[in-house]
């Protein structure tokens, strides 16, 4: 199993760029060119103190319990408290798992764009990492008989349709209709500020995504010949599965774009990349490659449609955390249940090949599990911040811009080039700042 | 003396330039400024949401010129900028009473 030690150090690495940079740079260019700091340090932030914080007790609360009865929601928290007892050679399963927490909170981050107080949002990281997504991890991931999802419900999650993305998109759900919506929504133009970005974002997340996919494997076997066996077969499946449902939701996004708005649209590139690599998330072990690019393709439409429904009923998600996270982590959670193969990681048929409706059932309750338990312990941690410390900047320094206001620089110095002069923002000799219904002076 | 005052198109900005310093003129002022004029803005789309872009960018030409010349550089910058399209910018002409060149205190003439 040597080659697969090196391989989960590597696929580590990979799943941490996904947080820092790639979703700090692919919400970064869509947010306003007077946010764009503060959005991508409300990645870097969450790297800093989820990783810190799932040493501590995080692993502890997701695997700390033995095989048979780890707890129902999640496992003891002092038992491997800062990793007591856990040796130097499992390191590597710690350190992967810490890069799920880290970019499932991060993921939260694009709802709230520039109005959440960063004292707020350095609150809300590590409460939330806490109760929410370390009990989810274990409900999930950990798997022992007693455990909520895996366990009791025998719902299929490859990689985390349930744990990281309906989480978070629940989560973004919540946070926003506490915020409420940002000064000027959605009248005023909050187009994205550069897209580049979120095109070399969207990239980043595909390449890093081969590591939270194929990375998630759980042997089966009992000898290690077996697993061996299994190594092989299944990080082929789950390595093509995710490459080809992310080709097929590019496509599908940018068919139903094309057909509702007239354009294919290079957002519209980058969020179906998204969009797929979230719904084959789970499916990534239990479908085949028909039924991989079957997922993307309905992941990819269902989701450009779904990103218009926060217009439709007045709630804020500024990048679309809802509309591409939840809508496809549930997308790709529940269609386990259509397309999933005997043969798959799961040895479920699905309805599509004769296994009847058991397995949708198990999907759909668990899909149901995850939203309300995110729901509820966000709504408790977001009201408690709310009424004591503040969610929100003041309406002039949100209007002014979140990046000078909460960390005192600005992004881009846009008028050195011509004549020398001054910086951009409050930088500048004339003491310029954003004043036009365009955002930002340019 | 006067001050000629040109809107144009921010891709006619080199032409204009080049023939301008062939005519003789030897500096200027540039800006990038945005408005709009009967060529309205466009509307994009990014998620599915429409924005109406109101602005139009375009390129702001200052130059403080001798009477005599002022009419000769409308015309170049008229014949140079211009596409036959909506949206090719304006040039206007105003009087302009006094000039003094800071580095040496020049007035008027002498200060151009």
Same mark, same amino acid.
């Given at each position: ?10 696929? +580590?690495?990979?799943? !941490? ?187 980043? !997340? ?13 042997? +089966?076997?009992? +000898? ?29 996004? !940018? ?188 | ?18 023939? !301008? ?92």
């Amino acid at each position: 199993m040597d080659g697969y030690y090196a391989f989960m150090l590597v696929a +580590t690495a990979l799943v !941490l760029m996904m947080t820092v940079p790639a979703l700090a740079l692919f919400y970064g260019g869509m947010s306003r060119s007077k946010s764009v700091l503060n959005m991508m340090m409300m990645s870097y932030i969450a790297a800093a103190i989820v990783g810190i914080l799932y040493v501590a007790v995080g692993w502890s609360m997701g695997f700390g319990g033995d095989a048979e009865s780890g707890g129902t929601f999640f496992a003891d928290p002092t038992a491997l408290l800062w990793l007591d007892t856990v040796t130097t050679d499992s390191y590597v399963f710690v350190m992967f798992q810490m890069t799920f927490a880290i970019i499932t909170v991060a993921l939260i981050s694009g709802a709230v764009a520039d109005r959440m107080k960063f004292s707020a949002w350095v609150l809300f990281v590590p409460l939330w990492a806490l109760l929410c997504y370390f009990p989810m991890a274990h409900m999930v991931f950990s798997c022992t008989a007693d455990s909520l999802i895996c366990g009791r419900i025998g719902a299929q999650d490859y990689a985390g349709g349930t744990a990281v993305h309906i989480n978070a998109g629940v989560a973004a759900l919540v946070l926003v209709l506490l915020l409420g919506k940002r000064v000027g929504w959605p009248r005023e133009q909050m187009r994205p500020h550069n897209l580049t970005l979120t095109m070399l974002g969207a990239g980043l !997340l595909w390449f890093g995504w081969y590591g939270f996919n194929v990375g998630s494997i759980v042997f +089966t076997g009992a +000898t290690d010949e077996e697993n061996i066996a299994q190594f092989f077969s299944e990080t082929g499946r789950t390595f093509a599965n995710t490459t080809l449902a992310t080709m097929a939701a590019i496509l599908g996004w !940018l068919l139903i774009e094309r057909l509702l708005h007239g354009k294919a649209t290079s957002l519209g590139a980058a969020s179906g990349i998204v969009a797929g690599l979230v719904a084959i998330t789970p499916a990534a072990g239990a479908v085949d490659i028909e039924g991989a690019v079957a997922i993307g393709l309905i992941a990819g439409a269902v989701c450009a449609w779904a990103v218009s429904l926060k217009y439709k009923l007045g709630y804020d998600d500024s990048l679309d955390v809802v509309g591409v996270h939840l809508v496809g982590g549930i997308v790709g959670t529940v269609l386990i249940g259509v397309f999933s193969t005997a043969d798959g990681a799961g040895g479920v048929d699905g309805l599509l090949y004769g296994g009847g409706a058991g397995s949708l059932g198990d999907q759909a309750l668990g899909v149901l599990v995850a939203i309300v338990f995110s729901g509820v312990i966000t709504a408790i941690i977001g009201l408690a911040i709310k009424f004591t410390l503040g969610l929100r900047i003041a309406e002039e320094d949100e209007v002014e811009g979140i990046d000078f206001v909460e960390h005192g620089e600005t992004a881009y110095d846009l008028h050195s080039g011509m004549g020398g002069g001054g910086g951009g923002g409050k930088t500048g000799v004339l003491g310029t700042q954003p004043v036009t219904s365009e955002g930002a002076h340019a | 003396m006067k001050l000629v005052t040109a809107v144009i198109k921010p891709h006619k900005w080199e032409d204009v330039r080049e023939a !301008l310093e062939t005519f003789g003129v030897t500096g200027m002022t540039v800006s990038e400024v945005s408005g709009y004029g009967r060529q309205k803005g466009h509307t994009e789309v990014y998620r599915g949401a429409e924005y109406d872009i109101a602005l139009v960018p375009k390129i702001r030409i200052e130059i403080v010129v001798d009477d005599d010349d002022a009419d000769d550089i409308v015309g170049i910058v008229v014949k140079t900028a211009q596409t036959g399209r909506i949206g090719d910018g304006k040039v206007w002409v105003s009087p302009v009473e006094t000039v003094i060149r800071v580095r040496t205190g020049d007035k008027d003439e002498a200060a151009l």
